[in-house]
């Protein structure tokens, strides 16, 4: 059989329409039928594409100049922005954002045939500045220590101040950081040859707390100068309680290392969620949009329709954020998580916020899940929040197994929860209502839902 051939070559240019959108964001034009992937090109308008690499089934290309422009595009956003993966929904006004963020939804549960409204996507008022969290790559830009993000699909790093989507206090913060390294001469890391100290800054900012955690995450144990850097960031940024050395020797894109040395002041910030406080250290998960993150598990308790009466189940529990936040609406919660930090760090919350009545195991959700079916476990609720690959067909039978009236499905990947609905209809359980699109990550492809199914 002869071999397909691309109808296309690298730099060749020609005019086409926008006619789709990827889930990552990227317009969609096609050449006699074959697509072309292209960064910052929005459905709707008439761009002039240069291609710039060919694959088998598809090419990607760029804009080199747009004929036409869609009434979507956002126009306050710096092009630094949109070159770097930080923001890749950035060129979309956030109407269209939330708009295309349903509709993936939407095309997603129909090509599972299940007819199934969804919601309009809950967005926030104020949808950029909100990332409680900040990981930046520090390397030498033209001689000089520089820190930044990377462009898009690359280690190349692109000199940043103003973040976009992160807390402006953390902008702030990273650049009095990056001063202060200049000022002492440190060397930042490089990732070709494996030299230099400084790899990352990471700044956490509680956003209820204003308290700040600095990681300083280097190559090597020793961290030059680490007096008079800890005495400007105290100086500097009056709101840090925490300063951290976080070693990583590895040749490795692994942010974080094994090693926590705190340089100055608490190992923990600690900030609140539902009015209910959370200890927070260097490696521990915590969700990086706290104010959508209590409108997310608010709608998922609401949705529950809680009597206080109910044994609940939370699946994939993390720092046992769901968990604590239902606790005082139930008779009991068990959590179960497969990272034994995040267990540590779940058993502690519940005990500083007085909580006795959750249980919180290590282990895999889908094998606990079935010795509960087994020990005959009879849960009202069960609350899901996988990660992006969603839950095994074991785990879901397991669950339906045990009859529980309700499942809440937290969702970070709506691909796989229509798969995983699927299922879940075949046994014996039904939507109620629609689905709950929520912007959890507004400038960005992520998509956050909540789902409840009945048991019919
Ligand atoms: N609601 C939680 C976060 C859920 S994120 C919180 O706010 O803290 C998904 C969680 O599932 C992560 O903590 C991850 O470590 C955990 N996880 C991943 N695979 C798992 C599995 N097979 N069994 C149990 N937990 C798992």
Redesign the pocket.
Known sequence: MAKFKAPVIKNQEFEAEVVDLTYQGMGVVKFEDFPVFVVDAIPGEVVRVGITKVQTNFAFGRVIKRLKESDDRNHNVDQATLTTGIAPLANLTYAAQLRFKQNQIEQLFKKMHIDVPVNETIGMENPIGYRNKAQVPVRTVRGELTTGFYRRNSHILVPIEDYYIQDPEIDKAIVVIRDLMRRYQLDAYDEATHSGEIRTVMVRRGYYSHEMMVVIVTRRNKLPVAELLIEGIKQALPEVKSIIQNVNSEKTNVILGKTNKTLWGADYISDTLFGKTFEIGPMS?Y?VNPQTTEVLYGLAVEKAALTGDEMVID????????SLSVADKVKEVIG????PG?VADAKRNAKINGIDNVKFEL????EKMVEWQAADVKPDVIFV???RKGLTPELITAATEMQPKKIVYISCNPATLARDAAQLIESGYQIDGAVQPIDQFPQTTHIESVTVFLKK
């Open positions: 998960f969700q699946a994939y529990s993390g720092i046992g954020t769901i179960v998580e497969i990272v995040a282990g895999k959700a889908e929040d996988p990660p």
